[in-house]
């Protein structure tokens, strides 16, 4: 019963630094997605996938790279992080007729 | 482009009683969706309900009822009976045509007074 399953749920980087965001999902869905939450705001959409090997931008893309080669995973990679991508970070699954699971974030500390 | 609004950014409410929390919304598609997720203090994203542009019934889910007004473009959520565990951020969201992203309002943070 695991549903969206996000790793890690803290992580602190140095400016600069680059890490990988996992996200997995066990409900055999075509849609992922990556949201960011700043505090006060709803939920921003970064990147999404409507299935293995497309991949697509949202609202904000910059600073962030995604891939997915398998239906299960959708990892969100930082390429050189900035103080400005700290954040919690939420991935999201779904199908059609199904409404998004969330998995229970990553929140994101750059120093 | 489509853009929710939400305009409580913190609302009360006496446990038992009903409460109404606001979405306006956007768009200039004739088919989308409205979503209203709840976020406890614990951070996770849980979805409370659902309504679709063509639906003519109001969506409900218990507690949870959406009060939809499409010509006014809102779709307002009553929780009715608040419960202390009610307490959290509320988000409305929207999905437009066929994609499936999300556009997500600031959100409401909603207290229960025992």
């Known amino acids: 019963n695991a549903g969206v399953t996000q790793t890690p749920k803290f992580q602190v980087l140095k400016t600069g630094q680059s890490m990988t965001l996992q996200c997995a999902q066990d409900m055999n869905h075509e849609y992922m997605s990556w949201y960011r939450q700043d505090p006060g705001m709803g939920l921003r959409l970064i990147h999404y996938s409507v299935g293995a090997g497309i991949t697509d931008q949202g609202e904000v893309p910059n600073g962030y790279n995604v891939s997915r080669s398998t239906t299960e995973d959708f990892p969100l990679r930082l390429l050189s992080a900035a103080p400005s991508q700290t954040s919690v970070y939420f991935c999201?699954?779904?199908?059609?007729?199904?409404?998004?699971?969330f998995g229970d974030g990553t929140r994101l500390s750059i120093l | 482009a489509q853009k929710i609004t939400q305009t409580q950014p913190g609302m009360f409410v006496q446990e038992k009683e009903a409460v109404t929390l606001d979405c306006t919304y956007d768009?200039?598609?004739?088919?989308?969706?409205l979503f209203w997720y709840k976020q406890p203090s614990s951070g996770e994203m849980i979805f409370l309900i659902y309504?679709?542009?063509?639906?003519?019934q109001n969506a409900t889910e218990g507690r949870y009822s959406l009060n939809f007004q499409k010509a006014r473009k809102s779709a307002n959520l009553v929780i009715s009976a608040s419960q202390l565990g009610d307490s959290a951020m509320y988000f409305c969201a929207m999905r437009v045509g066929s994609a499936r992203q999300l556009t997500f309002g600031s959100g409401t943070q909603l207290t229960v007074l025992p």
């Open positions: 999201a699954s779904s199908s059609r007729g199904v409404p998004q699971h």
């Open positions: 768009t200039s598609d004739q088919s989308y969706g």
């Open positions: 309504q679709g542009s063509y639906d003519e």
